[in-house]
């Protein structure tokens, strides 16, 4: 496959996230990279990584990205996902007012979605460890789609 980087989403110093394109299926995508360190700690960081990514990927969770693709690259491990089309929850708290609808409505909506998301990760033994508002994916619309981003979990 050939991935080629857009635009860099995250800052995470292991594993940062790229908005990504996989041209051989002309299709957009997460790309998550993770560098080997020479660093005893930061090797063991990118081991759980990998580790955590790939009992993901044998499971389907909905509201979580589907994992098309694990591998190695030299030094570097990465993961590919599929692209979700929505904001952060971060980018949401900037929107103009009046932009959703019902503010109210949406916040219950988002608050259920994102339960249901969590509680399915734990039902298969996962442990999301970095609920922040850059790691939700919301759409305003009345068709509110929430997805946690593959990161900060636990097993």
């Not at 080629?4 to 997460?30: C, W």
């Not at 190695?72 to 971060?90: G, K, M, N, V």
């Not at 298969?124 to 305003?140: E, K, M, R």
Request: hydrophobic share 45%.
């Amino acid at each position: 496959d050939v991935i080629i980087a857009k635009s860099s989403k995250s800052a995470h110093t292991f594993a940062p996230l790229t908005e990504a394109a996989d041209m051989s299926l002309d299709r957009p995508v997460f790309l998550k990279m993770a560098h080997n360190s020479e660093d005893p700690l930061g090797a063991s960081i990118v081991e759980a990584h990998v580790h955590q990514w790939r009992a993901l990927a044998r499971q389907n969770v909905p509201g979580m990205p589907t994992i098309f693709n694990i591998g190695q690259e030299a030094d570097c491990w990465f993961l590919t996902t599929e692209w979700i089309q929505s904001p952060s929850l971060r980018a949401l708290s900037n929107i103009a007012p009046g932009t959703i609808a019902a503010p109210a409505r949406f916040l219950v909506s988002l608050g259920e979605r994102c339960l249901i998301i969590l509680g399915d990760l734990h039902a298969c033994g996962f442990v999301h460890a970095d609920i922040s508002s850059g790691n939700i994916l919301a759409s305003p619309s009345t068709n509110l789609q929430a997805v946690f981003l593959v990161d900060h979990l636990r097993r």
